[in-house]
């Protein structure tokens, strides 16, 4: 089945260690998306890919950067955690750029920073 | 920029009672409105959307949900819910003029009682 996968499901890291979250496809689809969420809170949307175009939200903290080396990988990369970024991290794919598009998302990972 | 409001965040009904969740949007133009579902331990997934046409939309599982433009609301209703349908809802909106992402909801925890 295509689908959206994410590892690690749970992730626990050190206050300032830096941390990687991965997120792969099998649907080729064009867009890609990292959200947070935080209990109770609607998911926020950190950044996004259109093919190899990075398009970061405004208030998406410098912590915080991605990779996309191909259509099926994207990476989030927390440089220095803290305890504030704790939180459900959420991949999406959507098939391009149209307001028609349903979002696909992955299982999310958890992070946990100590 | 548009948002959105799901005023009820926790819902607890007993199964066969019937449901309601409700969702507001806030912009001035044309949306598109989907609502998704994330059943525990899974991952997100669409429930229904509204494009056009008529506003009351059906969706997988026995949901659907009404477009009501004048109140700029889009609520998701089920006759009678079952045990299986506890899970979080998020509404979320996209305007068709240009934009593809989309705005979610805060999100709303159903329990079902068996």
């Known amino acids: 089945d295509a689908m959206v996968i994410q590892n690690p499901r749970y992730q626990v890291t050190q206050f300032g260690k830096p941390v990687t979250l991965s997120c792969s496809q099998t649907l080729n689809h064009n867009v890609m998306y990292w959200y947070q969420q935080k209990s109770s809170q609607a998911p926020k949307l950190l950044f996004h890919?259109?093919?190899?175009?990075?398009?970061n939200e405004a208030d998406t903290p410098d912590n915080f950067q991605s990779r996309r080396p191909n259509t099926s990988f994207c990476f989030l990369d927390i440089r220095s955690p803290g305890l504030g970024d704790a939180a459900m991290y959420l991949c999406?794919?959507?098939?391009?750029?149209?307001?028609?598009?349903?979002?696909?998302f992955g299982p999310g990972t958890r992070l946990t920073v100590l | 920029a548009q948002s959105v409001s799901q005023h009820n965040h926790h819902v607890i009904l007993s199964e066969a009672a019937s449901l309601e969740l409700g969702c507001n949007y806030s912009?001035?133009?044309?949306?598109?409105l989907f609502w998704y579902v994330q059943y525990p331990g899974q991952h997100l997934q669409l429930l229904l959307k509204y494009f056009s046409g008529d506003p009351l939309v059906k969706g997988i599982k026995g949901f659907e949900a009404e477009f009501i433009k004048s109140k700029f609301s889009f609520n998701l209703r089920k006759p009678s819910v079952q045990w299986s349908d506890t899970a979080e809802y998020f509404c979320a909106v996209i305007p068709t003029g240009g934009s593809y992402i989309p705005t979610f909801g805060r999100g709303t925890s159903l329990i079902v009682h068996p």
């Open positions: 912009y001035g133009g044309t949306v598109n």
């Open positions: 999406a794919t959507s098939r391009d750029r149209s307001s028609y598009n349903e979002q696909f």
């Open positions: 890919y259109y093919d190899k175009d990075f398009n």
